[in-house]
């Protein structure tokens, strides 16, 4: 998920400056980015005037996690309207969410638009009047947001199993701030498609002809970057845990990653500069492996990392030292496209299991081309416990390792 874009500010009327104050807003919902949605505009009235923010969105960018889509200074303290417009590919409005928040401070909050309204019309015709806006399927209080829950009336979900089955069988849906959304597994496709929530594996936007061209893998050498002993470059690992429940605590030194859903976070990165720039990467893949004394079970998703991280000094708070995340936990605008998910189950006792993830060759290519930009994986549980050896693993033949595969030009 590439991280957002503010593209601009349309209008800015502000009369004096006594009393204001700034506001963030943040935006979840599980509209496809991309396809079904291209940008969001975001307007805001308050008793000192009104603002428009427009936010392009690309093609694989994480709205599940939630997105940074509009930061306005100089809001006047009061009652504010804001709308924010869920645009598609002609600019048209596929959703629309209205927030009324009382502004008496430096403000954020968070709004959940949901695809469940795309066919809900409020208020119901039964319905309160108050009841003007769509969440979750149900017309609910304008003042709803995952700040005040408490008036969204009852939640749509506790946890992942209340939501049941997703519409496509590449697809599932998560309990996401109380609302079922749900989110497409595109590891689940073939190379050069996606998981679209309506009809399934389809072909991905830019791809033509009903497919990519893979590159060319004639000549092409398999290189591996890890710590296990066998690798072809070693010495190149970095990984640590973040954890909530110990914000300024650093893990880099760990033998394994320990994340739990709502609860920690993993980095992991490898230093695969030793690759010639102009190099062609043909394949790539991520092995790792789980920790003894079960895992427990869960699921985690792995997303390309778009902000730099020190494994001695990352914390919930920080990348580095003094240099605080976009959002704690690296969630967020840290958080570039999706590559997968890694899935463990408690069916083993006491034994390191092996999991294996095809990773996009652009973004290694990307990696490759510009090392600078390399900033590794973020691996993000969704569900359950996630338990995965490290590179300072005591057997280390079972610690991380990258795959590449690639062609000199």
Same mark, same amino acid.
């Given at each position: 998920?590439?991280?957002?874009? *503010?593209?601009?500010? *349309? /209008?800015?009327?502000?009369?004096g400056?006594e ?5 963030v807003?943040? *935006?979840?919902t ?7 949605l291209?940008s ?6 308050h008793p000192g ?5 427009s936010?392009?969105?690309?093609f !694989? ?11 306005l200074?100089?809001?006047?303290s ?6 924010v417009f869920l645009? !598609?590919p002609?600019?048209?409005t ?13 403000t ?6 949901t ?7 409020c208020p119901?015709?039964?319905?309160a009047?108050t ?10 209080d +304008?003042? $709803? ?6 008036y969204? !009336?009852?939640?749509? $979900? ?11 069988? $590449?697809?599932?849906q998560?309990?996401?701030?109380g609302?079922c959304? +749900? ?13 679209d ?5 389809a ?12 590159p060319?893998?004639?000549?092409a050498?398999l290189?591996t970057? %890890? ?7 070693s ?6 845990t ?5 914000p300024?605590?650093s893990?880099?030194?760990?033998p ?6 709502g609860v920690?976070t993993a980095?992991l ?9 102009t190099s ?6 991520l ?6 004394s079960?895992s427990q ?8 990392a778009?902000?730099?991280w020190d494994?001695? /000094? ?5 990348r580095?030292? %003094?240099?605080?995340?976009?959002t704690?936990?690296?969630?967020? %605008? ?18 390191? *299991?092996?999991?294996r993830?095809?990773i996009?060759?652009?973004?290694? +290519?990307?990696w ?10 973020i ?7 996630v338990?995965?050896?490290s590179?300072?693993a005591?057997l ?10 690639h062609?000199?030009?």
């Amino acid at each position: 998920m590439s991280s957002r874009s *503010l593209v601009a500010v *349309l /209008s800015l009327l502000l009369f004096g400056c006594e009393g204001s104050h700034s506001v963030v807003i943040d *935006l979840i919902t599980d509209l496809e980015p991309g396809v079904e949605l291209h940008s969001v505009r975001t307007e805001i009235l308050h008793p000192g005037g009104g603002a428009m923010v427009s936010t392009d969105v690309a093609f !694989g960018e994480d709205f599940i996690g939630g997105r940074r889509i509009a930061e306005l200074s100089g809001v006047a303290s009061g009652s504010t309207t804001t709308r924010v417009f869920l645009e !598609g590919p002609e600019g048209e409005t596929a959703l629309t969410r209205t927030i009324i928040v009382q502004v008496a401070g430096d403000t954020g909050f968070t709004v959940v638009a949901t695809r469940s309204c795309l066919s809900v019309v409020c208020p119901a015709p039964m319905g309160a009047p108050t009841h003007s806006t769509c969440v979750g399927g149900r017309c609910v209080d +304008q003042r $709803c947001t995952v700040e005040s829950n408490e008036y969204c !009336g009852v939640p749509g $979900c506790m946890t992942d199993t209340d939501c049941g089955a997703a519409s496509v069988p $590449c697809a599932r849906q998560v309990c996401v701030a109380g609302e079922c959304l +749900q989110e497409g597994l595109d590891a689940m496709c073939s190379p050069g498609e996606y998981c679209d929530l309506t009809t399934g594996c389809a072909v991905a936007p830019g791809v033509v002809d009903g497919g990519v061209d893979p590159p060319d893998a004639s000549g092409a050498t398999l290189i591996t970057f %890890g710590e296990d002993g066998t690798a072809d470059v070693s010495g190149v690992t970095f990984d640590t845990t973040l954890s909530s429940s110990f914000p300024t605590q650093s893990a880099g030194d760990n033998p394994s990653v320990e994340i739990e859903a709502g609860v920690s976070t993993a980095l992991l990165r490898f230093d695969i500069s030793s690759i010639a720039t102009t190099s062609t990467v043909v394949s790539a893949e991520l092995e790792v492996w789980t920790n003894f004394s079960p895992s427990q079970g869960g699921m985690a998703n792995v997303y390309a990392a778009s902000e730099a991280w020190d494994e001695a /000094s990352a914390t919930w708070q920080e990348r580095a030292s %003094g240099m605080p995340w976009s959002t704690p936990g690296a969630d967020g %605008g840290s958080r570039g496209v999706m590559l997968g998910s890694i899935t463990t189950t408690n069916d083993m006792f006491f034994e390191s *299991l092996e999991s294996r993830l095809p990773i996009d060759p652009a973004v290694v +290519q990307a990696w490759i081309s510009r090392p600078s930009d390399n900033h590794g994986f973020i691996i993000a549980p969704v569900t359950g416990y996630v338990g995965l050896l490290s590179s300072e693993a005591v057997l280390f033949e079972n610690a991380p390792i990258l795959h590449v595969q690639h062609s000199a030009m």
